[in-house]
């Protein structure tokens, strides 16, 4: 932003399951003017992002117990979507040099759909089948977000003295 603040986000929810090579696409456009004696300046951002992953993750296991051993193979089928879409809004007067106000409003969607497929198999030691499982989940959702912010700031003759309301939503 142009007043300095910076926002960060972390996740620690990973999409991906650490399987698999993420594809990402990012897309966006801004644009910014200041008119009227640059007492009022208007932002405009918008990005879109996808992101999509497959993976496949294979383990093979031997037991050995003391009366016998076994060999389990296990197949993990994964696949990850997300697809977001962000706008934001920046309007700023400058009604005076001791007056500004700032309004800022932001959206942001994203859908995300799930799927495994999980299958396993135990064999004895003549590689003959103990036991079996397959296993199939998904799911899917989206988030919506929506913030508005609107600051008023009002600088006083003392050099770097201001007072600033805000309200946010």
Do not use: C
Not at 74 to 83: G, I, P
Not at 94 to 114: E, H, L, M
């Amino acid at each position: 932003d142009e007043d300095g603040t910076m926002y960060m986000w972390y996740s620690n929810n990973d999409d991906f399951d650490g399987v698999g090579v993420p594809q990402t696409w990012y897309t966006g456009a801004h644009y910014s003017d200041k008119y009227k004696s640059d007492k009022h300046a208007l932002s405009i951002n918008f990005s879109h992002k996808e992101m999509q992953v497959s993976g496949f993750d294979s383990n093979y296991t031997q037991y050995i117990l003391p009366d016998t051993f076994y060999f389990n193979n296990q197949n993990d089928k994964l696949k990850r979507e997300r697809v977001g879409n962000n706008v934001s809004l920046n309007y700023v007067l400058a009604a005076d040099s001791f007056n500004t106000f700032k309004f800022k409003i932001s959206a942001a969607q994203s859908d995300f759909k799930r799927s495994n497929t999980f299958t396993s198999e135990n064999r004895n030691e003549e590689g003959a089948l103990v036991n079996s499982n397959n296993r199939s989940t998904s799911d899917n959702g989206s988030k919506e977000n929506l913030e508005t912010n609107i600051n008023y700031i009002r600088k006083f003759r003392t050099k770097g003295r201001s007072f600033t309301l805000s309200i946010s939503q």
